[in-house]
């Protein structure tokens, strides 16, 4: 599951969009929630591994799941999308986000 910031631009999410197609279709069909006034709707459901863009995100996400959920999930986080669209060290973040992630869920996956 990815966890994003509201507002996000199209580049933003074009930049995103590519970056997990890159990683597998795994990752490029995870679902997407968005962040919202600092809160994730109820509805987040429970997930093996989260992507998420921002530490407010990451924040939000810690006060939506459950701590035993919180516990059995891959938490990664990467830095928001527009740092990442604009700052080659955020792109080299995002980059080791998806390696470990991906080595995360094949390991869960076998």
């Known amino acids: 599951m990815v966890v994003l910031p509201e507002g996000c631009s ?3 999410l074009d930049l995103l969009g590519r970056a997990l197609n890159a990683c597998g279709t ?9 962040v919202h006034g600092g809160q994730l709707g109820a509805d987040v459901p429970e997930a093996r591994a989260y992507l ?4 407010a995100q ?3 996400l810690g006060r939506t799941l ?10 990664v986080l990467a830095d928001e999308p527009a740092l990442v669209l604009t700052s080659a ?12 992630l991906r080595r995360a869920l094949a390991t869960v996956g076998s």
């Open 66 to 75: 459950p701590a035993a959920a919180m516990h059995r999930a891959q938490i």
């Open 52 to 55: 998420v863009f921002g530490e």
């Open 10 to 12: 199209a580049r933003e």
């Open 89 to 100: 060290d955020a792109k080299r973040r995002l980059w080791s986000a998806l390696r470990s």
């Open 26 to 34: 795994m990752l490029a069909r995870a679902a997407r929630v968005t």
């Open 58 to 60: 990451a924040h939000a």
